[in-house]
């Protein structure tokens, strides 16, 4: 099986490090415009690129012009080109900060998202999700926060925090 992976840093690594069965296509979309991508030869597309939560900060428009615009064109050329499924990279932030009375989101759950990047990422999966067909499939992954060698940002912080609490001569 042929996958085309966008945007490849932590995640796609990762998965490219743990699937030898599959063919990996690495696109970095940073270094080429969507429509000048070959997918044919294809049997599906993972679609990571994205603009997660920046530390010194992103304007609202750039979170919506790489989440939601660039991952529909994605979709788009991939309709085009493709006959497979796209598995597209969300977040659970499309649910919002907190859940009613603590229950645990699932597929069901109402999406209400607070941040830009959330909002970003739901508009993209409705974008996306309508261009799904007898021929093309759409899977959407929400993922949470995800860790392992190489993780940064709020998961290195938590670790960090662990960390410090472990370490202390007063323990909790």
């Given at each position: 099986?042929?996958?085309?992976?966008?945007?490849?840093?932590?995640?796609?690594?990762?998965?490219?490090k743990?699937?030898?069965?599959?063919?990996?296509?690495?696109?970095?979309?940073?270094?080429?415009?969507?429509?000048?991508?070959?997918?044919?030869?294809?049997?599906?597309?993972?679609h990571?690129?994205?603009l997660?939560?920046?530390?010194?900060?992103?304007?609202?428009?750039?979170?919506?012009?790489?989440?939601?615009?660039?991952?529909?064109?994605t979709?788009?050329?991939?309709?085009?080109?493709?006959?497979?499924?796209?598995y597209?990279?969300?977040?659970?932030?499309v649910?919002?900060?907190?859940?009613?009375q603590?229950?645990?989101?699932?597929?069901?759950?109402?999406?209400?998202?607070?941040?830009?990047?959330?909002?970003?990422?739901?508009?993209?999966?409705?974008?996306?999700?309508?261009?799904?067909?007898?021929?093309?499939?759409?899977?959407?992954?929400?993922?949470?926060?995800?860790y392992?060698?190489?993780?940064?940002?709020?998961?290195?912080?938590?670790?960090?925090?662990?960390?410090?609490?472990?370490?202390?001569p007063?323990r909790?």
């Open positions: 099986m042929v996958v085309l992976i966008t945007g490849s840093w932590f995640r796609g690594t990762n998965f490219i743990m699937s030898s069965e599959f063919i990996i296509k690495e696109v970095d979309l940073l270094k080429h415009e969507i429509a000048d991508v070959n997918f044919s030869g294809t049997d599906c597309v993972l990571l690129a994205a997660v939560h920046q530390m010194k900060g992103a304007q609202e428009e750039e979170y919506f012009r790489v989440n939601r615009d660039l991952a529909y064109k979709a788009i050329c991939a309709k085009e080109q493709v006959s497979g499924t796209l597209s990279m969300s977040t659970a932030k649910y919002g900060e907190s859940s009613a603590n229950i645990a989101w699932d597929e069901n759950s109402l999406c209400n998202p607070v941040d830009p990047y959330g909002k970003s990422k739901f508009e993209a999966e409705k974008l996306i999700k309508a261009l799904e067909d007898d021929t093309f499939k759409v899977a959407i992954v929400r993922s949470p926060l995800v392992g060698a190489g993780v940064r940002a709020n998961m290195l912080n938590l670790i960090g925090l662990i960390k410090n609490i472990l370490a202390s007063r909790y």
